[in-house]
Each structure stands twice: as C-alpha cells, then as structure tokens.
C-alpha cells in the first residue's frame, strides 16, 4: 500500500484541525442519549425533540454569524440539490395534507420533528462542504453516544444476570436509554458502520473499531430483533460487494477473505448456538409480531387507497387505523382497544397514508437520490481510505431501508440524528467534489431564517407538548387512584393547542368524559365524549361511552347506533356488545338482546356478563312461554327462570346444540 493509502481513514476526508464546530457536534451528539426523564410516558421522545431543536438553534446561529459577518451563505449547489429539494419539498406537502387532517396537534409534531431533520441535514451538509466540520468530529461524536448507549445497557444485563430473570420476556428490560429494546437494537445497527470504518485504522482505532462492532453485534443477538438480525446481515452482504466492486484491488488480498470467512463462520455457529438454546431465543421464534405487521399494513393500504393524493394528513393515521377494522387481529388486547399503534411500522407506508402517493414518492425519492451520489462518489474517490468510508455509510444506508420497511426509526430522534450524518457526510462530500472553491459561491444567507423559523417551530411544538405530557402522566395516576377531580384538573391542564391526544391515541377529552361520568354527571359526560369523538371518531372506547351516556339518558336509538359504530370497527369488542345487548333489553327488544350476547365467548370473565346474561335468557323463556303455552313444559322452564345459576347453565347447554334458542326450548 503506498503512502498515500497508508493515512487514517477519517483523516483522509478532512485534513482541518477541530474547531468550534466539531467540539459543539461532539458534544452534543455524546449528551443526546443522556436526556431521558420519567416524567412523561416516553421517556425521550419529546426531550430529544427539544434538545436537539436547542442544539440547532445554537448551531444555526453561529452559522448565520459567519455567513452575515464573511457575506458567504450556503452555497447554492447545496440549495438546488435533488435531495434537498425532496426533503423540502415533502415538508410542504405534508403540510398542505395537514389541513385535511383530523387532529392539528398531531400534525404540528408531526411536521416539526420532520422540519428539523430537514435543517440538520442542511447545517451539517454545509459545515462539510466548507470544511468546518472534520468526519474524524463525526465519528469520534457517533463513538462516544454509541458508549454512553452501550454502557447503559451492559449494566441492564448485568442487573438481569443478577435476578436470574434471563428469558424472552425479561429481555424488554433491556433498553438502555431507547425506551424499547428494538430501538437500542436498531440503533446498534445504525452505529455499526461507524465501528467498521475504525477497523481500516493503522493505530489503536482498528482494535477500537474491532471491539465496538463485536459489542454492538453481540447486543443486536441478545435483543432478538429479527429486522435487525436480517439487516445486519443485508449490512455484512453490501459491504462485502462494494468493496469488491469499489475496494483497491491491490488490498483485495487473502487476508481479506479470510476475514469475510471468518464472519461467516462465526455468523453460522451463532446461528446454530441461538437454535439450540432457541428456548432462552424464542423471540427469533415468535411469528404473532409479523401477524400484527401484516394486518397493519393491510388497514395502511386501505387507507391509501381512500387517500390516495392528500393522505390524511401529517400525524393522522394513527386517528385513522381503526377505521379500517381491529376484528382480524390475533391480539385480544387489540380487539377490546387496549392495545393501540401509532405508527404502522413501515415508514414509506407511513408517509404514503398521511400525505398521499405524492408524499411517499418523495421520500422514496430522497433515498434513491442519496443513493444514486453515493455511487457516483464511490466511482469517481481514487483515494482508498475515503472509499471504505463511503462504502460502509453506503452500506448501513441500505441496511437501514430495510429497518424501514418494518419498522418506525422516522419517528426516534437519536436514529434520525444518525440517519442525517450519513446522508450529511455522502451529501457534502459528494458536493465538495464538485465545488472547486468555495468562496467562489456566494450562496444564499437569507434561507437561513426559514430554517431558523422550523427551528423555533419544533422549540414551541416540544415545550408545549413536554408540559402536556408531564400533566398527562398525573392524569394516569389520579385515574388508577380513582381521583375524578385531580383527573379533571389534569387532563385540562394538559391539553392545548399541541396537545389533544396522549402518546397512545386517546384524546384527553375523554379522560374528562370517564372522570365525569364515574362522578354521575352524565350529561358533562356526554360533551366531553362527543368532543372526544370530534378528535378521534374511530375510538371505539370514545364510542362506547358516548353511548352508554344516551342509554343512561334513556335514548335506546343513539346507544345503540354508537354501539353499533365501535363494534363495526371491532366486532369483538365484548364491553361494547354487553352494553348493546342491555340497550336492545332496555328498549324492549328482547330476542336482538339475545342475538348480540350470544358473540360474547360462553365463558365470558366479563362481570356483567352473568349480570346481563340471566335477565336476557329469562325474558326470552317468558316470551316463549307467552307465545307457546304447554303445562308441563311452562312448569319446567319456569322453574327454570326461578335462578340466575339455571339460566346460565341453561344457555351454556343451548350453545352447545347447533340449534335456534327456539328449537332448543322446543326439546327442552
């Protein structure tokens, strides 16, 4: 390898020494992690909204003082770039779907998380066009959050280890400061790159890189995140047909094989080794998880093809999911609503659904463009050393369109930020090769403060929704303590113009709605539920007791339509088809209260259940008795009614027969 081969690799991109720039990224990428609170009910969702829209509007203004004090922007061929432009362009499109869209507060979280990623991948794109960003910053940056990450988590294990509770369930403790255990396994793959690139170092970084990559490998095999495993080894294969396409021939020696070798034997023996233990890795096993992935994107197509050119707006579909249907999943917990989803784990499908084939083209379109420059640089980089940087970026990008496809990193902050220095580094460098002088391109500084205006947009967007959440979460506790003020005075406390629905869809007027009908007040009851309604029309506990205020009221005909309504979303819904049997009952009709109780399961642990059941079964005998008089049946039957106990075990005998509750009475 010749001298010039020989230099480091992250040396080799940037050869100017650390300034301003690079210490700020450093830090700030370090402590990103490093915000996690309690105090809402996920833990770093809105923190690191917050924080990194306080890191850009620092590194916004130092950016916008070189700029005015040097009258040199950013350059214009950074500007009018296609992925750029993509972005910006999606920006906009969501926002104008937005107006179309149910509930505002969602999209302006929506629009606000997407707007600053917009901005960082400007700033950062710039700063290494003009070479006031080192890579060598970047990676050191990425190192040390990816530690902080990975210390946290070793001592997870270690507590795990500890209390002996290693099994496929106990490992969901083991998150980090990710919140879930496949966001810190996704975000492990979205590290690797950055470790592989240390690998092709001269000096300690190579034996640095070799045991971050080996740490990150082994977390991704303990999490058992099967999109992780299968992008990791999408990550390994791309890798390894880049540098053979692209690496210096002259490195393409044996002892380069014999490494790919070896990770394939090691691959094969820790395939092996997790089936033999499959027991302890029975997450690996587990299909339910693609089930309820599949089931999602059906409802998500659905949508689309409802929507097809505005979506439902930027934050919607979570309001619209359960339009589409709740009856076909396999999860009970998802058919009584207790379980809900917020994203449909496939981004481009997100984006499709909420504004429209427009604005999922545009997405694709930003991927294939950073793509297609990654190409373009790995072709045209004579440099070795810059070419393995290339490749293993271009390499992680493709592993992550995977991560996509199946789940949610659009949505994680730490992930986004990562997703931006990879598309930040192919990016400018890729515009660096076709600038010959920077300062012969004036640029544009006055775009700089519609990016400033995203900025204090997502600052308002975050301190209004981290106040909301922390109100949210005394809600929960007044409502588990059965607190019916406190719930009041919370749930309004936390709701604004940002904030309408909590972090698991539920609209806040509906805490009010339970609070006020537990007190008795039904008709207040009634205005918070149809205000829910107003937010989230698909809810189907906002449904159910909308109408069981109209059945306390006696209205028999709008209980029951709004029964209706929450069990044509989820047929199974046994709450909603108790209280449509006693409305049909109350109403008088005896036999369509029989019908609707009959799709309750015979077994039903449902406390009203065996409150309903006897009464509804009793009307239906005397009916019978009235309309088919006989002796010695009458006697029979009517000692019968005489007992909730008989007539339970009366109809658990009828639903044994493949016979109408008529037919059966006629045997009796």
Known sequence: MGQKQSARATEAIQEKKAGIYDLILIVFLTTLPMVYTTSTLDPVLIPRQLYLSVFLLLLLSLVARDAFRNKQGIPLLLWKNPVVIAFALLLVVLAISSFGGLVPSESYHSLSRLGIELALLILLSYLIVSQKVRFESLQWGVFLMSSVVLVVALYDVLVLLENGDWDSESIYELRSVMAHKNLLSSFCLMSFPFAMIWIAEKNWKRFAGLFWGLILIVFVWLLQSRAVVISMMLFILAAMLLWLRFGNRQRASSRKGIWWLAGLVLFIAVS????????????????????????????????????PVFGVGAGNWQVYFPKYGLGDFPNYQIQKGLTTFQRPHNDFLWFFAEGGIPSGLLYLAIFVGVLMLSFRLLRAEKDAEKRWVYLNLLAGLMAYLFIALVDFPKERVSHQVLLMLVFSVLLGNYLRSRIKDVSEDEGNRWMLFPLGGIVVFSLLVSV????????????????????????????????????????????????????????????????????????????????????????????????????????????????????????????????????????????????????FLPAIVRANILRYLENHPGRSRSERLLAVTQKDDDLINLYWDYKKKNRTFEEYLESF
């Open 272 to 307: 092996v080794l997790t089936y033999q233990n499959r027991s302890k890795f029975d997450r690996f096993f587990n299909a339910d998880s693609a089930v309820e992935r599949v089931e999602m994107w059906r409802n998500t197509g659905q949508m689309i093809a409802e929507y």
């Open 464 to 611: 209004n929704r981290l106040g909301s959440e922390k109100h949210c979460q005394k809600m929960y506790e007044a409502h588990r303590n059965a607190d019916w003020e406190m719930m009041i005075e919370e749930a309004e406390a936390s709701e604004s113009s940002f904030f309408r629905l909590d972090p698991t869809s539920v609209p806040l007027a509906w805490y009010r709605g339970v609070a006020r009908f537990s007190q008795g007040k039904i008709e207040r009851a009634k205005e918070s539920f149809l205000e829910a309604k107003k937010w989230h029309p698909y809810n189907i506990h906002v449904l159910n007791n909308l109408a069981s205020c109209y059945e306390k009221e006696g209205n028999h005909e709008l209980a029951i339509k709004y029964y209706r309504q929450a069990l044509a979303i989820s047929p199974d819904f046994e709450e909603a088809l108790l209280n449509l049997s006693a409305s049909y009952f109350n109403g008088g009709q005896i036999q369509q209260a029989l019908e609707t109780i009959e799709h309750c399961h015979v077994y039903s642990i449902d406390p009203k259940y065996k409150v």
